[in-house]
Structures are given as C-alpha cells and as structure tokens.
C-alpha cells in the first residue's frame, strides 16, 4: 500500500468544498485512507442502486481554458500549441500548474488534496526504467521523457523577459519535474468526457479534472459509473457519480478507468493491474521471424520470408505488407491472438490458394472459426504461435521466479512496480501458451479420431 502525501499537510475539506459550490455527496459517500491504492471513497453506510453518489455542477470540473486577452492566457495558449495531441494531459497540466501557482485560485481546495508525488515510470530511476524489460514500453517512457526535457526548454523560452503581471505561473519557475507532476495529476485523475455541443449537434471530447470524483479507484468490475446529465432549466451540464449496483457498509466506490492494458495503468495511472484481461504483448510481424517460430513449430520449409503472389495479396489486405503497413500485432488480450497475425498465419501455412480464396477474410482472423483451412493447418498455425511466445518470452532476461524471488527481498516502489509490470507481461504470454495447447490438443484429437 502507498499513501502518497498531498500538497500540503492539512488540505481543505474536499467534500465540504463541493457541498459550499452546490454539488451534492450522498451523506454515506466519504474519503478514506484504508484502502491499498492510496486515498478513496468508501460507503459508511448501505446506497441503493441508482442513487446519486456525488453531482458536480458545471463551474467545478477543471478544464483547459485559457483567456487569450491577456498577456498570461496568450502564452499559456501558444505553449499548449506545442504540446502533441497523444500527450494531452500536457495541456491541462499547464492549466493545472497555472492555478497550482495563483493565489487565491478557485480551486485551491481541490488542488491542494492532490497527491504531492506520482508512481509513473517518468519518476523512475534509468534503472528501473530497464527493469520494466518491455521494449515498447520503455519506448514509450524515453519518448515522455524527452518530450518533457524539451518542452521545459521551451517553456523557459516562452517566459523569459515576461513582467510578473504576464506569468502564467505567478513568476514561479517550471521545469521538467514540475511538468512531469502536472501531466501525471492530469493522466491519473482527468476524465475525458463530452464538453460542448458543436454546431453539428455531435459534442466534442474533452478532458477534465473531476474534483471528489477522481477519488474513485479503478476496478473492472466497478460499483458506480459517471453519467452527465443537462441541467434542468438550463444549459450546462451536470456531472454526477451513479450507483451501477447496491452498496453496502464499507464498500470502497469504484469506477472503470478504462479497458486498458497495463501499458496505460502504469504510464499515466502509475499501478499494474494483476492478471488483466485487457493487458497484451506487442510483436512485429516478420517474414524471417515467423519462418523462425513455424520451423521451430515443426513446419518444414515455410515460406513466410517469401510468399506466393497471392498470399502476398492477402498479407497486404491485412496491411502486414506492402506501403501502408502496420507490422505491430498483438498476442492476449481479450482476442488472444489478432486477427491479422491469426489470418496471416492460416493463410501462409496453407499452399491450398482455392480453398483460401473461399473464404471472407474476417473469417479467417477469428479464432472461433474452427480450423477453416483444415486441421493440420490449424495445428501448424497454434504451434507456430506457441513458438512465438517462446520466443518472446526469451527476450525477458529474468524469469518469473526470479522476479518473484527479487520483489520478496524487498524493493523501493519504483523498481516492485516495474517487476510486477514484467510478470504480467510473461504471464500474458504463458496464458496464451496455455490457451492454445488446450486447443491443439483438442484438434490433434479430432484428427486421429477422424483418421
Ligand atoms: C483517480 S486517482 C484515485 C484516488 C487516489 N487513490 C488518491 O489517493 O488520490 C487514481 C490513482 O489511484 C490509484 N489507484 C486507483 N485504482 C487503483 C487500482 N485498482 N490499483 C492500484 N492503484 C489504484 C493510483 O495511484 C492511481 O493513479
């Protein structure tokens, strides 16, 4: 369990805060320490299904505004211009870090219960960063990191020779780890929901900070749910917290973050959610690759590094070859295997081009297709599979016991969340490995029983 420690020791009632603004919290609905994820909202007492948890009304959340009139809102804008869109939470952490700085900031309360540290892997050590051993990951945490080493640059450029009455950040200095704080509040805690309606009646998507809300913990099997509602007799609209199921006495409130892989929870939630059912491992679709795990399966003279024209036909359909390729493909996960790689697989392994052609190609991606191109196909395919888990699982360089063996020693934070990281992500494979012996087994028994 972590408690990080908020921006200051003793923060305002948040609670009180949003009832004084005109939200409503159930009189049951309170913030506690006793959970293992940190602070959260817990039940004192039972909450019938489809009752009003918490309601904000519209000038609560924060969002990314910015009043380009002045001096301070201007800079503010250009600089968020620079932020890439996949970063986002960037965005708001500018306004987040802006009000952090402003005395007297309407949403002081709020931003003062905040937690004063964040457990994403920007804030890991180099160390523990090689000890997440997932190269698209640690992919993903330079990228962040560079992103923000730059950034600080132009940001210190943005405010240099600016008057104190221009700072957006009341003169206070912001550097690469005051950003990374703002964007990790923001990944951690902001909700993408609808922001305005457009003239085209569709609404745009934005994210926002949900003060009281965003002490709600993830659960994939959560207890309540976020709805927006239109604000009787008027426009604006209300965000409110909904009981999905009854509560009872001491229940934490748990809301779904998403249907993420443990990519996401770690690097914008900083946490890894066991045996995730979303969770998967990222492969690239190789002709030389595939030859290696098809041999290694038992399959003699594949042809994965130099297809028939038709199969190349097929394989650029699936965008695995050709210009506009997309050669990632992903094993586990709720489809266990993806379809293109699964198609791709079916369809090089089998030299029957008419029976192939037969079939749609969504067919041939889905796994309850039984066997379409005959079981003996179906077998190499599985096996070819299996033998790519092996593959992949020995690019780790530790195994799950030693993982397992490593974390009872005891470790800082950082470096448990990275090893809990890297046993899901072997576990993911193992699963998989598990998954499709069963189902090899099952054919090789049809095809003697049949033989
Ligand atoms: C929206 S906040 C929830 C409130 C937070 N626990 C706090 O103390 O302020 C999200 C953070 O809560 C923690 N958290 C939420 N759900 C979790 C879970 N299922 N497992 C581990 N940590 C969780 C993580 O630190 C995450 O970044």
């Known amino acids: 369990a972590s408690y990080p420690t908020r921006l200051v020791p003793h923060p305002p009632d948040l609670v009180k805060w949003v009832k004084k603004e005109g939200g409503f919290v159930h009189e049951a609905v309170k913030i506690a320490q006793d959970t293992t994820f940190g602070l959260g909202l817990v039940a004192s007492g039972e909450i019938p299904k489809g009752s009003d948890l918490i309601v904000l009304p519209d000038h609560v959340p924060l969002k990314f505004h910015s009043d380009r009139q002045d001096v301070a809102g201007s800079v503010l804008l250009h ?116 922001g305005k309606k457009l003239p085209d009646g569709t609404c745009s998507d934005i994210p926002m900070m949900l003060p009281l809300i965003d002490m709600c913990n993830h659960s994939f099997d959560p207890n309540a749910q976020i709805v927006q509602e239109q604000d009787v007799g008027s426009s604006k609209m209300l965000i409110k917290v909904v009981a999905e199921k009854d509560i009872k006495q ?16 770690l690097l914008d939630y900083g946490f890894v959610v066991p045996s995730n059912p979303y969770d998967y491992i990222e492969l690239k679709y190789d002709g030389a690759l595939m030859d290696a795990a098809s041999m290694a399966a038992g399959v003699s003279s594949p042809n994965f590094s130099a297809p028939a024209p038709w199969q190349r036909q097929v394989l650029s359909q699936l965008k695995l070859d050709g210009e506009a390729s997309n050669v990632k493909v992903i094993i586990g996960g709720p489809e266990l295997v993806e379809g293109r790689l699964l198609s791709a697989l079916r369809v090089i392994l089998s030299n029957d081009m008419e029976l192939v052609q037969r079939y749609d190609l969504n067919i041939l991606k889905s796994l309850s297709a039984e066997a379409p191109l ?12 299996i ?22 020693q005891g470790v800082p934070v950082s470096t448990e969340l990275a090893i809990q990281f890297r046993i899901q992500k072997k576990s993911v494979i193992i699963d998989v490995m598990r998954d499709l012996t069963k189902r090899v087994k099952v054919l090789s028994s049809k095809e003697t029983s049949t033989a």
């Open 387 to 408: 033998a790519l888990c092996v593959i992949a699982l020995g690019h780790f360089p530790t195994k799950i016991m030693d993982d397992e063996s490593q974390m009872k």
């Open 79 to 194: 600089l968020s211009h620079q932020v890439p869109e996949e970063l986002w939470a960037m965005k708001l952490g500018l306004k987040l870090l802006q009000e952090r700085a402003k005395v007297g900031s309407f949403w002081w309360p709020y931003i003062s219960n905040l937690p004063e540290t964040y457990s994403v892997p920007i804030f890991f050590t180099g160390e523990d960063i090689k000890n997440l051993q997932y190269a698209p990951l640690l992919y993903q945490v330079n990228k962040r990191c560079r992103f923000l080493l730059e950034f600080e640059q132009e940001v210190k450029n943005g405010l240099k020779n600016l008057k104190l009455s221009e700072h957006p950040f009341g003169g206070q200095d912001v550097d690469a780890s005051s950003l990374g704080w703002a964007m990790s509040a923001v990944s951690s805690r902001a909700f993408r929901l609808y």
């Open 374 to 385: 005959g079981v003996a196909n179906e077998v190499a395919v599985f096996r070819t599979i």
């Open 250 to 265: 001491n229940d934490p409130l748990l809301l779904n973050y998403g249907c993420l892989s443990n990519d996401f929870f």
